[in-house]
């Protein structure tokens, strides 16, 4: 006989035992979901916060914990875009096995009934080979496991106002279930994130095209910058390269400043969270340990990056300057040997600077920062910074464009 829930059941000691029991005590899978480039350094960071990490996958990194992993993932993980928790896989073959499947799963100890469920599918060789039927047959089944408990399952997302996979507040606002079908072997998996986690909570203002957060942290962490050397960045726009870098040197979780989609859950617990973010607080340090210098020629980006750290609580860790980059010179401050960033306009997205400006700028460098490491965002290979020797090209997607970032050190 299946059992009846009431309103009574859903605000019980009973209710919460089983969401202790099914959701909270086991271990699950989880997936720091990353572009391909930044996988290796995604595993890197997340074996090194003592995440339980299993592999990688088509998704990202895949990790196992208790649910406060989850949490704790969301918190520190600065290159991973979301995380996913994995549902126990099943086979479904058929229309009626997914649906038997799908309307077993005690959703109603996951989902928040109030939030708006998205379904979003990925299907491949298998016998349901169409995404409609998944789709559809996985919110029957959804809608059959509140309506036999007798609760008013969650509406369904309004297709009209997005598309899946879109990265709009109207999306963000969903409960996210992702289907994967291959080879009548369905994994489904809970988006836990809710914004993009790159939506650190303190970039409200652009300018020009800037890069996302995620990727600013990716790129320090492939420069081996640890908050040690001094920190320059030379073209700062919006700031977002910097601030991750105050950051990151004083070991500021990244999401810090936000909430997250688990916050909106029936298991979610509030006093686990307080306790990880006092945590997190204790062990961030006062000040960055070298400085960090934000520069540009433009006054209004300045002020707009300004502006952004400000609300990041490291404005006073950065050192501004309105300054040309090819009139600062790091030795009067006092400066040698750190890691220079540079974001220059270029290509597709903005008028971009040519081959002289790039021969220009490896003579810059090798007059002004021999010693120093480089970081340069560049559209294409072999003209970054002409005239240094030993570059190596890291290739990443930027704004929707494939760039490269160059990486040397000034001999």
Same mark, same amino acid.
């Given at each position: 006989m299946?059992e009846?829930?009431?309103?009574? %059941?859903?605000?019980s000691k009973?209710y919460q035992?089983?969401?202790k029991?099914h959701v909270? #005590?086991?271990?699950?899978r989880?997936a720091?979901v ?5 996988a290796a350094?995604?595993r ?5 916060a003592g995440?339980? /990490?299993?592999g990688?996958?088509?998704a ?5 914990g ?8 969301n ?8 995380i996913l928790?994995?549902l ?7 229309r009626?096995e ?5 309307s077993?799963i005690p ?7 109030s939030?708006p469920v998205?379904?979003?599918?990925h299907?491949e ?5 169409h995404?409609g039927?998944v789709l ?11 309506r036999? =408990?007798?609760i008013v399952?969650?509406p ?7 598309q899946p996979g879109s990265?709009s507040?109207e ?5 996210? &279930?992702?289907?994967?079908? /291959?080879r009548?072997?369905?994994e ?10 790159h939506r650190r909570?303190?970039?409200m ?5 800037? &890069? ?7 790129i320090?962490?492939k420069?081996g910058?640890n908050?040690n050397?001094?920190?320059v960045?030379g073209?700062?726009?919006?700031g977002?390269?910097a ?14 400043g936000r909430?997250?989609l ?5 298991s979610?617990?509030?006093k686990?969270?307080e306790f990880l973010?006092? =945590?997190a607080?204790?062990?961030?340090s006062a000040h960055?340990?070298a ?10 980006a300045?002020a707009?990056a300004r502006?952004n #750290?400000? =609300?990041?609580?490291t404005e006073k860790e950065i &050192?501004w300057?309105?300054?040309d980059?090819f009139?600062?010179?790091p030795?009067r401050?006092?400066?040698?040997e750190?890691?220079?960033i ?5 290509? =597709?997205?903005?008028?971009g600077?040519?081959?002289g ?11 002004? %920062?021999?010693?120093w490491r480089i970081a340069v ?21 930027h704004?929707g464009?494939?760039? %490269? ?5 000034v001999e």
């Open positions: 299946t009846t829930y009431t309103t009574e %059941y859903l605000e009973r035992r089983h969401i029991r909270l #005590a086991p271990v699950h989880f720091a990353t572009p391909p480039e930044l350094l995604c890197q960071e997340a074996e090194m995440f339980d /990490v299993t990688l996958s088509d990202g990194v895949e990790f196992t208790n649910f406060g992993a989850c949490y704790e993932a918190l520190w993980l600065r290159t991973a875009s979301r928790c994995r126990p896989a099943f086979r479904a073959g058929v009626e997914l649906f038997g499947k799908v077993g959703w109603e100890l996951w989902l928040n009934r939030v998205r379904v979003e599918t299907v060789h298998s016998r349901i080979n995404e039927m559809e047959t996985v919110l029957d089944g959804l809608r059959r496991r509140f036999e =408990k007798g399952p969650p369904e997302w309004d297709r009209s106002r997005g990265e507040d999306n963000s606002r969903k409960q996210r &279930i992702l289907v994967r079908l /291959v009548n072997h369905c489904l998996s809970l988006d836990t994130t809710g914004d993009h986690l909570g303190y970039r203002r652009h300018a020009g095209a800037p &890069i996302r957060e995620t990727l600013a942290a990716a320090l962490m420069a910058w908050g050397t001094p920190l960045d073209m700062c726009g919006a977002t390269a601030v991750e870098a105050a950051l990151l040197a004083r070991r500021m979780p990244p999401g810090l909430s997250f688990f916050q909106s859950w029936p979610y617990r509030e686990t969270w973010l006092r =945590k607080r204790e062990k961030m960055p340990a400085p960090i210098v934000a520069l540009d020629r433009d006054p209004r300045l707009v502006e #750290a400000r =609300k990041a609580h &050192i300057r309105e300054e980059f009139d600062f010179q030795a401050m006092g400066l040698s750190g890691l220079l540079l974001d220059p306009p270029y290509g =597709k997205r903005l008028p600077p040519d081959r400006f790039h021969e220009r700028l490896g003579a810059h460098l090798r007059r002004l %920062y021999t010693g965002l560049c559209p294409e290979r072999g003209i970054a910074v002409t005239g240094i020797r030993a570059v190596r090209y890291w290739r990443i997607v704004g464009t494939s760039i %490269y970032v160059a990486m040397a050190r």
